[in-house]
């Protein structure tokens, strides 16, 4: 029974690796741990129960140890996203009550408003808060 408990392990390793989750990997351990106690125990079921609890005991137990290395805090913005937290300069005067602004970063012109609905003027250097839609809330440095 022992061979079948290692081919049952070797499907589940092959198996994490088209896998994201980290998670198949403790059932193929809990199978290799089945396998040893099949060198002892001959009863299946026995064998079946030891893979469940193992594989259980080993999926709760290291779980958020491996989140806390998996994990990636510090996401990288794409996109218009990527320009919060730069600076730029106001090429057009943002006025809340018109509707109007521009600020210019790396090159690209950017409709913007301001981040406190007050009026920047022209040649300010701002920093981009956030953005809504397509336009760049800013606020003055």
């Given at each position: 029974?022992?061979?079948?408990?290692?081919?049952?392990?070797?499907?589940?390793f092959i198996m994490?690796?088209?896998?994201?989750?980290?998670?198949?990997?403790?059932?193929?351990?809990?199978?290799?741990?089945?396998?040893?106690?099949?060198?002892?125990?001959e009863n299946v079921?026995?064998?079946?129960?030891?893979?469940?609890?193992?594989?259980?005991?080993?999926?709760?137990?290291?779980?958020?140890?491996?989140?806390?290395?998996?994990?990636?805090?510090?996401?990288?913005?794409?996109?218009?996203?990527?320009?919060?937290?730069?600076?730029?300069?106001?090429?057009?005067?943002?006025?809340?009550?018109?509707?109007?602004?521009?600020?210019?970063?790396?090159?690209?012109?950017?409709?913007?408003?301001?981040?406190?609905?007050?009026?920047?003027?022209?040649?300010?250097?701002?920093?981009?808060?956030?953005?809504?839609?397509?336009?760049?809330?800013?606020?003055?440095?």
């Open positions: 029974m022992w061979k079948l408990w290692l081919i049952i392990s070797g499907i589940f994490e690796i088209f896998t994201t989750g980290f998670l198949v990997f403790w059932f193929g351990i809990g199978a290799l741990v089945a396998m040893c106690a099949s060198f002892f125990i079921v026995v064998q079946t129960t030891v893979f469940v609890i193992a594989s259980t005991i080993l999926l709760f137990a290291t779980r958020s140890f491996v989140n806390r290395f998996a994990k990636t805090e510090n996401k990288t913005k794409t996109n218009a996203y990527s320009i919060e937290g730069k600076t730029a300069k106001v090429i057009k005067t943002i006025d809340p009550i018109e509707g109007t602004g521009q600020i210019k970063l790396g090159g690209e012109v950017w409709s913007a408003k301001s981040f406190d609905n007050t009026s920047i003027s022209q040649d300010t250097d701002v920093i981009v808060e956030k953005i809504d839609g397509v336009k760049a809330i800013v606020k003055p440095i």
